[in-house]
């Protein structure tokens, strides 16, 4: 049987990432959210297990030290990580797994998994990227900057995915995701089991 | 501007990728089909130039010798060849070229396009393939067994390449084609003057 691939997807904050997952994860079948697990606080409308689980600071603690979590990373006091069990259950039972994580967590995953499928949203431009970070109109102008300049540093790790998407239209984008998950299943090194059943029969 | 790809696509005979190609290149836009060049002579029906570039032995002979082809074969005394100039062209042209060509023709191509897309077409099995091939009714058993035994050795080919498709609905196996053409568009190595200008801008 063919395992199942993991999806990591990265991006600057405002290049749409999240908007292009969910569309993907809507049309696609056989495809799997990874939830995170997470010591912050479950936020109004979160359900636990399915936006993420809710553990407290020993149980994350505990994961870390018993080698629970693909990659993990601690946010303002919080910590944040992604369970590798379930992705290693999905994979070898053939379905696919998509996770939605910074370029640092995917750089993590990447030396785990060297065959996962990498793919980095580029916004059209730094400009649109901007446009689209302010037009939130959530936040302040110190943290627009700061936002921007983190941004510019996640657009330069672009180079070591191996897909790049520029989300001009979110239909294109959505189909690319797709084209590149339905490729990615035709990979020869995916399908040695297949070559050699039709070798050998 | 983002260089198009050359997809180089082989498969035994009765996998059908002759008619995948086909039903491809009819719905792909931005696509072209590589015209072979041979010494033997028009059938029925073959247009010079869209079929095969029909030239005599000394011409072919002087495109050898100008390293003007991709690739040739001598097949039961006549030439076959892949016009480099023209593929260089629509690359450079930011076009992509089909080339449906045998595994050795396949093999000479990867050492000088090592970028190439190369997709191996497969049956759903070898008594599928055996069915497909007699079912054709235009040959004696003894060149049906030839051409399966030859079958038997091109799948063995298959892992050389970077896809391969199992051809068993053929709507499905042109979807896949489809999505490994678009995917490869979204290799982030061939994407890499799209990236520097949204950093640098």
Known sequence: ???????VVSGPSGAGKGTICSAFLERASGIAYSVSATTRSPRRGEVDGRDYYFVDEESFKKMIDGDELLEWAEVYGNYYGTPLKKIQEKIAEGKDILLEIDTQGAMQVKKRFPNGVFVFIL?????????????????GERDIEK?????EGEIKMASDYRYVIVNDKLDDAVSSLSAIVEAEHCRASRNQDIINEIVNN
Chains 1, 2 share one sequence.
């Open 1 to 7: 049987m063919r395992k199942g691939c993991l999806v």
């Open 147 to 151: 936002r921007l300049a983190a941004s």
């Open 123 to 139: 916004p059209p431009s730094l400009a649109e990227l901007q446009r689209r970070i302010r037009g939130r109109g959530t936040e």
